[in-house]
């Protein structure tokens, strides 16, 4: 059996930057790296100083696809330093801007990364020649998470809303009433999405590798909960790192997990 | 005079040291994504799953700033490829906020925060994209918007010359008829050394403009650190409001080096 090897600079399909490189020898894997990259930025050094207040918008740059997810994370940790007790509707509102964001990543994931490989196009604009329905309501779905987002962030990508505390200004009933009657709206497409992804055809896979995530009673977790893990881990946010070093994973040396 | 090689212009948006979202910009769009493809030939676009990274092309969309040596050959190379090079976002024309290592000890960062820094290639700079290659165009903003992208790409594919915008947030506030947040509430904002494009969203939800689209021209930053201290702001915070997202650009790191945070002499 002839060796393969296959080198490809840029995966396409990665959120952000990737790369892959294979070596078969002999019908079996000689080597596979996987490389997901991104230049040090240093977050973890210039936030040093900082004051509080700034923490939003300079966390926000972390990733212009997920910002949210960092604006959550530095409230909620500086919240909790002050002993703040997240007011009920805060937290719904909270919980709303992020699942914009997820909506929002999570269209962009699939129908422009993942469902082309799935459907056999090189990329999205290929593929909307074929499956425009599927290419549109994808889309769609995209700008519904961008709305929510926009709506209590004033912009989609680095939003300005957030404050320790709560918001900077809540949205007004009106833009509000709009924002729902549109997200009541695009509930088929949702649902119609949903029936088509578990459609596709996916290879069996189960993973032996160890994950981690969230996990919070009463709600899908996505801004609170204690981190579980399927071999039985469970820890509090607070002694999150004590626990990862008790579990004497393999930390890789260009991890700054350390 | 704009000239392209191909009747249908070719575009390629390559990425460097960057947190991706000004390439959403343009994935933003929506439908108007697909409209974009018949107006320009996408080459290479790996956030939207297009790769040609190579290609020589007539548009090169360049986000993110330089801070590896990798990064320094391969923008030598795409500027050799293509006809226009167009700085897009704050990390291309100022360096980002990566470059506040600029100014500070980036070997011992990256020495305290990597068990192993031989793994790495980073610089201890970050830079503007025009500190490496000739930039023909740049657009500001962190993020650059939707708008001002396709307002942008629609002048020079109907090969105008994009026009520059040079005004201030301030003047948007204005056209907006949003009260000014410093003059009505004692918010500190940089709105009026700052480049718009944002269509001054800030002051809309009650709060100062951070200056994430960079200085404007003629910025007046010594007023406005006055007019920061009189609103009873420290000097190492009216320092920081410069050192922020484009703390490379000359108009904000003179600014911030003419503070001096021990001396307060000259109230």
């Known amino acids: ?258 | 005079m704009i000239i392209f090689k191909q009747e249908k212009p070719t575009l390629a948006i390559h990425k460097f040291t960057s947190c991706d979202g000004c390439q959403l910009a343009l994935l933003n769009l929506g439908p108007d994504l697909l409209e974009l493809a018949k107006l320009v030939d996408i080459k290479h676009f790996a956030e939207a799953g297009i790769v040609a990274s190579e290609e020589s092309v007539d548009i090169a969309l360049i986000e993110g700033s330089i801070s590896t040596r990798s990064e320094q050959q391969r923008i030598q190379r795409i500027r050799q490829t293509s006809k226009y090079v167009i700085a897009l976002g704050a990390c291309a024309t100022s360096g980002g906020i990566q470059a506040l290592r600029n100014i500070s000890n980036a070997e011992a960062w990256l020495a305290s925060l990597y068990p192993d820094t031989s793994v790495l290639d980073s610089l201890t700079t970050s830079t503007p994209i025009e500190e490496s290659v000739r930039v023909d165009f740049t657009l500001r903003g962190c993020p650059v918007s939707c708008q001002q992208l396709i307002d942008f790409l629609l002048q020079l594919t109907q090969k105008i010359k994009p026009k520059p915008i040079d005004h201030s947030v301030c003047q948007d506030c204005k056209r907006n008829q949003t009260s000014c947040v410093m003059v009505t509430k004692q918010i500190p904002c940089m709105g009026p050394v700052t480049q718009a494009g944002c269509n001054a969203l800030c002051p809309r939800i009650n709060r100062g403009c951070f200056g994430c689209y960079g200085p404007t021209k003629q910025a007046n930053t010594v007023a406005l650190a006055k007019q920061f201290k009189n609103l009873g702001m420290s000097d190492k915070d009216i320092k920081n409001s410069f050192l922020h997202i484009n703390s490379h650009s000359s108009a904000f790191s003179t600014a911030a080096n003419s503070i001096n945070e021990d001396d307060s002499s000259h109230e």
Not at chain 1, 56 to 82: F, K, N, T, W
Not at chain 1, 104 to 130: C, Q, R, T, W, Y
Not at chain 1, 139 to 152: F, Y
Request: glycine share 6%; aromatic share 6%; proline share 6%.
């Open chain 1, 1 to 258: 059996m002839s060796d393969i090897n296959i080198q490809v600079p840029i995966l396409a399909r990665v959120e952000g930057e990737g790369a892959l490189d294979l070596s078969i020898r002999d019908g079996s894997i000689h080597s596979l790296k996987l490389k997901i990259f991104e230049p040090p930025r240093l977050f973890e050094k210039f936030l040093v100083g900082r004051h509080a207040d700034e923490l939003p918008d300079l966390v926000a740059r972390i990733c212009g696809i997920c910002p949210v997810a960092y604006q959550m994370s530095a409230v909620h940790a500086i919240e909790s330093l002050a002993d703040f007790k997240r007011p009920a509707w805060l937290h719904d509102l909270r919980r709303l801007f992020y699942c914009g964001e997820w909506i929002e990543s999570h269209s962009l994931h699939i129908h422009l990364l993942a469902a082309p490989d799935f459907l056999g196009f090189s990329n999205v604009i290929d593929m909307a020649k074929e499956h425009p329905e599927a290419v549109n309501r994808g889309l769609t779905l995209q700008a519904i998470g961008n709305d929510i987002i926009r709506t209590l962030g004033a912009r989609s990508v680095h939003p300005v809303g957030v404050k320790m505390g709560g918001f900077h200004q809540l949205p007004s009933q009106q833009s509000l009433n709009t924002l729902l009657s549109s997200i009541e709206k695009s509930i088929p497409a949702a649902e119609a999405l949903l029936t088509w992804c578990i459609s596709l055809d996916r290879p069996h896979y189960e993973s032996t590798l160890p994950s981690v995530s969230l996990s919070s009673h009463g709600e899908y977790p996505i801004n609170q909960g204690n981190i579980i893990h399927l071999r039985g881990l469970t820890s509090r946010l607070k002694t999150m790192k004590s626990t990862f070093k008790k579990t004497k994973w393999h930390i890789q040396p260009h991890s700054t997990l350390t």
